[in-house]
Nanobody
Framework: QVQLVESGGGSVQPGGSLRLSCAAS????????MGWYRQTPGKQRELVAT???????NYADSVEGRFTISRDNAKNTVYVQMNSLKPEDTAIYYC?????????????WGQGTQVTVSS
């Protein structure tokens, strides 16, 4: 069973930075894409940023220019560097991995890590 373990969440003041890490239990080359999503109470989980196995990156408009997703294949880890944080970035952040086998997409989620941006 694939395990994704997030770390790096915490509390920060507006304008501050955090880096989240997502460590996978197997080689991240096994996944077509990995990414970060976030969720606040009463709202649907939303995409933050994704990166494919080929290195293509995609960002939500709300974080474009402030967040950067990256991957370290040797460590089986995906990161998101979050700069210029705003109170509206407060959420639980989840790591997601997906792969397609025999035409079926399988997705895996981490347990989530809390990010709080407040003065």
């Amino acid at each position: 069973q694939v395990q994704l373990v997030e770390s790096g969440g915490g509390s920060v003041q507006p304008g501050g930075s955090l880096r989240l890490s997502c460590a996978a239990s197997e080689s991240i080359f096994n996944f077509n894409a990995m990414g970060w999503y976030r969720q606040t109470p009463g709202k649907q989980r939303e995409l933050v940023a994704t990166i494919t196995s080929g290195g293509y990156r995609n960002y939500a408009d709300s974080v474009e220019g402030r967040f950067t997703i990256s991957r370290d294949n040797a460590k089986n880890t995906v990161y998101v560097q979050m700069n210029s944080l705003k109170p509206e970035d407060t959420a639980i952040y989840y790591c997601r991995a997906s792969r397609i086998r025999i035409g079926i997409e399988n997705t895996y989620w981490g347990q989530g890590t809390q990010v709080t941006v407040s003065s």
